[in-house]
């Protein structure tokens, strides 16, 4: 069982139309695998693309956006991050969503197509 994190807007809008996007899996054991697909989405300006760590931090520094859990509660890149730091046998498994995953240039992994 993992937990799910989203990328969501502190202040929702009128119309909330992508105001909350999912960015990443934490399973214990796992290491956090990032959710890069909005980053190829074509689903307008409005609608945030977030395909590396670069991007996230981006919209996280603007201020206007925050990272929440599947349950609402809000969390920092921090905490998401540190989750590596939970190891099985001293080894983390394998993150491996799709043959279409990558990794940003700061080595984290991320796939190409949505998962939750």
Same mark, same amino acid.
């Given at each position: 069982m993992g937990?799910?994190?989203?990328?969501?807007?502190?202040?929702?809008?009128?119309?909330p139309?992508?105001?909350?996007v999912h960015?990443?899996?934490?399973?214990? =054991?796992?290491? #956090?695998?990032? &959710? =890069?697909?909005? #980053?190829?989405? &074509?689903?307008g300006e409005r609608h945030p693309r977030v395909g590396s760590m670069d991007d996230l931090?981006?919209?996280l520094d603007s201020g206007e956006w925050e990272l929440v859990d599947e349950y609402g509660d809000a969390t920092t890149l921090e905490e998401v991050l540190a989750h590596d730091e939970v190891k099985r046998d001293g080894q983390l498994w394998n993150t491996r969503v799709s043959l279409d995953d990558y990794y940003d240039?700061?080595?984290?992994p991320w796939s190409r197509r949505g998962f939750s």
């Amino acid at each position: 069982m993992g937990t799910n994190i989203y990328l969501r807007r502190k202040e929702p809008r009128m119309v909330p139309e992508y105001d909350v996007v999912h960015v990443c899996k934490l399973s214990y =054991g796992w290491r #956090a695998h990032f &959710d =890069g697909s909005s #980053a190829l989405e &074509d689903w307008g300006e409005r609608h945030p693309r977030v395909g590396s760590m670069d991007d996230l931090r981006g919209y996280l520094d603007s201020g206007e956006w925050e990272l929440v859990d599947e349950y609402g509660d809000a969390t920092t890149l921090e905490e998401v991050l540190a989750h590596d730091e939970v190891k099985r046998d001293g080894q983390l498994w394998n993150t491996r969503v799709s043959l279409d995953d990558y990794y940003d240039r700061e080595g984290h992994p991320w796939s190409r197509r949505g998962f939750s």
